[in-house]
């Protein structure tokens, strides 16, 4: 019942986060374009209640979240696939929510539609214990980390030079981090397990 519930309780959370992005990009949308692509006034231009709408979505996620894996007592596994799950979410929701400051270079908001979607699907994929997930989770936020900085210091495709550091965008990134971080040591303790299970003696 209370794994249940905790899966509920993140459908529902990420409903209302989404349901808050696509608010606050109608409302980005609807406001008058600004001369530079990358105007400072069109990324302030948020909708503040939409905001904390987002975040409260992705607070309602991670309270789910914690009742579908921490059960008690809970292992350390648990409580890493928790915390890998969950920042998977809030940065797969980040990625939707800056959508509306690309607008004007389709191929970028395409990507951090794309990009998103794929994060909030390997969150979901974090709710077991699979170190197929835990790859691939750990390689794309890798990549996303190295586009990031790279797009920081040379003129990507479709841009008209190289992108500003932004709030927003060092959010995301120390979201990644820590991803990074928690992946790692589920993926160390995959190995070690698979490697004490390999020396190990079948029994007689």
């Known amino acids: 019942m209370r794994r249940r519930l905790g899966f509920e309780l993140v459908i529902v959370g990420l409903f209302v986060?989404?349901?808050?992005?696509?608010w606050d990009l109608s409302y980005v949308a609807g406001m008058p374009e600004p001369a530079e692509p990358h105007d400072d006034t069109a990324i302030m231009a948020h909708n503040a209640a939409?905001?904390?709408v987002v975040i409260l979505g992705v607070v309602l996620a991670t309270v789910g979240a914690r009742m579908l894996l921490l059960e008690k007592p809970a292992s350390r596994q648990a409580y890493l696939l928790f915390v890998a799950s969950t920042l998977m979410f809030a940065d797969g929701v980040l990625h939707f929510f800056v959508v509306s400051e690309h607008l004007s270079?389709?191929?970028?908001?395409v990507f951090f539609v794309a990009a998103g979607a794929v994060q909030i699907g390997l969150g979901f994929g974090l709710f077991k214990p699979r170190p197929f997930v835990y790859l691939v989770s750990a390689v794309l936020t890798v990549g996303l980390i190295g586009l990031f900085f790279l797009s920081r210091a040379v003129t990507l495709p479709y841009a008209d030079g190289?992108?500003?550091?932004?709030?927003?965008?060092?959010?995301?990134?120390?979201?990644?981090?820590?991803?990074?971080?928690?992946?790692?040591?589920l993926l160390y303790r995959w190995r070690a397990d698979v490697k004490a299970g390999a020396e190990t003696p079948p029994s007689a």
């Open 105 to 109: 270079i389709l191929p970028f908001a």
């Open 50 to 52: 939409a905001t904390v």
């Open 17 to 22: 986060a989404m349901g808050a992005v696509a």
């Open 162 to 185: 190289p992108e500003e550091y932004e709030v927003l965008g060092l959010v995301s990134k120390a979201l990644e981090f820590a991803t990074i971080a928690a992946l790692g040591i």
